[in-house]
């Protein structure tokens, strides 16, 4: 059974970095993306980034130039680096696996940005 889990969310003040941190176990084939997204309340989820099977990534607009995805294969675990933070980057983070046929969700971490 595929399984995401993420970690590394709190409570940060704007300006501070946190890492977040997906881990993965279970047999996959086939992996296309790993992405992260986010859903602030009353909002909808968007997505902040995606890290393609070739390693290249992707970032919303929004996030570009603070945020970084990078991933460890040994440890089966993708990271969104997260920096600069602003209190509109409070949300409920997740990541999400795309394989050709299947789509694989974690339940998320918190992120609050607050003084």
């Known amino acids: 059974q595929v399984q995401l889990v993420e970690s590394g969310g709190g409570l940060v003040q704007p300006g501070g970095s946190l890492k977040l941190s997906c881990a993965v176990s279970?047999?996959?084939?086939?992996?296309?993306?790993m992405g992260w997204y986010r859903q602030a309340p009353g909002k909808q989820r968007e997505l902040v980034g995606d890290?393609?099977?070739?390693?290249?990534?992707y970032y919303a607009d929004s996030v570009k130039g603070r945020f970084t995805i990078f991933r460890d294969n040994a440890k089966n675990t993708v990271y969104l680096q997260m920096n600069s933070l602003k209190p509109e980057d409070t949300a409920v983070y997740s990541c999400k696996l795309s394989t050709a046929l299947n789509a694989y969700w974690g339940k998320g971490t918190q992120v609050t940005v607050s003084s």
């Open positions: 890290i393609f099977i070739d390693g290249s990534t």
């Open positions: 279970g047999s996959i084939f086939g992996i296309k993306t």
